[in-house]
């Protein structure tokens, strides 16, 4: 049990462009789903938090506007990365935290690269 | 500020027991988690701490101490598919795991 996916697995996209991330907890409703940011070989970053029906709690310095987090569901939350830049370039991973538990199950995460 | 002091590298041999300590600074605590995370892959749950003293699942043990800002992971009977990253990270009021340390690269020798 405790299955959280995430698509794309890897994606590449041009400079300027906007890409969604999707996270979706298979088995397990979900009420708190956080978003990561992990540079190779370095710790994760927490980007922000994201709970059903409410507005995402982003963490300090992460920009609201060019990180977009919908939570529209109990078991699936989306990152749209905007106007994407080089930079941005990262490996993005998801967890989501069932509704009776304080445990966070990790997707595989999202490989982006911004040409 | 927030900062985990970790170990980067350890290494160790096959059947070995190593320890992995961590040490936080942060304002608010509300447990410490321990990850691992084989490269290319996503971190997965090994043990949580709230309150002092050792956790014990398995191969794996956690430790904390709160007065002392300090735990420690301990893995027993190493084995080789046990190479990968490890990292703590401090819990904040709602579950999140707020702050992850730098991760500490474990290689298990045969």
């Known amino acids: 049990g405790a299955v959280v996916s995430q698509h794309p697995s890897r994606v590449i996209c041009k400079s300027g462009t906007s890409v969604k991330i999707e996270c979706r907890s298979l088995?397990?409703?979900?009420?708190?789903m956080f978003w990561y940011r992990q540079f190779p070989k370095k710790s994760l970053m927490l980007m922000a938090t994201s709970n059903e029906g409410s507005k995402a709690t982003y963490e300090q310095g992460v920009e609201k506007d060019k990180f977009l987090i919908n939570h529209a569901s109990l078991t699936l939350s989306t990152l749209t990365v905007t106007s994407a830049h080089p930079e941005d370039s990262s490996f993005y991973i998801c967890s989501a935290r069932p509704q009776s538990s304080y445990e966070q199950y990790f997707g595989p995460g999202t490989r982006l690269t911004v040409t | 500020g927030q900062s985990l002091e970790q170990p980067s590298e350890v290494t160790a041999v096959e059947g070995a027991i190593v320890q992995i300590n961590c040490t936080y600074q942060t304002s608010g605590f509300y447990g410490l988690s321990w990850y691992q995370q084989h490269d290319g892959g996503a971190p997965t749950f090994l043990s949580y701490n709230a309150l002092d003293g050792l956790e014990e699942t398995g191969r794996f043990s956690s430790f904390l101490s709160r007065s002392d800002s300090y735990g420690y992971l301990l893995l027993q009977e190493l084995q080789m598919k046990d190479s990968a990253s490890y990292f703590c990270a401090v819990r904040g009021p709602y579950g999140q795991n707020f702050v992850f340390g730098p991760g500490t690269r474990l290689s298990v020798l045969p």
């Open positions: 088995d397990f409703q979900a009420t708190t």
